[in-house]
């Protein structure tokens, strides 16, 4: 992983559809790709009802044992305010939040701790179905940053609510 900035904004640690390449480019055009890392006793689950009252998107959840991977990036401050307007963060919509706390994910590279920030939904909802076309930016982007396959597939069961 390559050295990460000292500057005022931690690297963010993206879990779902902004590990898609093709996403993050349009709503951050500044980022840049740190790596990749873990985030443990958490799990993907999609928890978060979309405006639109019929579509659900992705969060993370405290789950003891599991896993969460994902891409962290390095944002300039325009990224991270078109990132939060993306996101819906503080604009009285309430979609997401970032935690402003000590946060830390580990480095799959080099196992060290790295203290990020990642967004959380703001009023979570009974996990459901992603649509499929959510849930495949979710998969590239899982192939984009070169995941495990493993990982994917439990993403895969996790989604379509199969039992472990």
Known sequence: MSKIPTNEIRPYFAYASNLLLAQIQIRCPDYKVLG???LGNYRVVCNKKASNGFDF???????PGEEVFGAL???????LARLDK????YDGTAHYY????????????????????????????TP????????????QGCRDHR???????????????EPE
């Open 98 to 125: 970032r935690d402003e706390n000590a946060f830390y994910v580990k480095d799959r590279s080099t196992g060290e701790l790295v203290n990020a920030f990642t967004y959380f939904v703001a009023k979570p909802v």
């Open 73 to 79: 990036y390095q944002l300039t401050a325009n990224d």
């Open 57 to 63: 998107y992705a969060g993370i959840i405290k789950s």
């Open 86 to 89: 993306s996101e819906g963060c």
């Open 36 to 38: 990749t890392a873990s």
């Open 128 to 139: 459901q179905k992603p649509t499929t076309e959510y849930a495949k930016k979710i998969f």
């Open 147 to 161: 995941l495990p396959k493993a990982y994917e597939d439990k993403l895969r069961r996790w989604f379509l609510m």
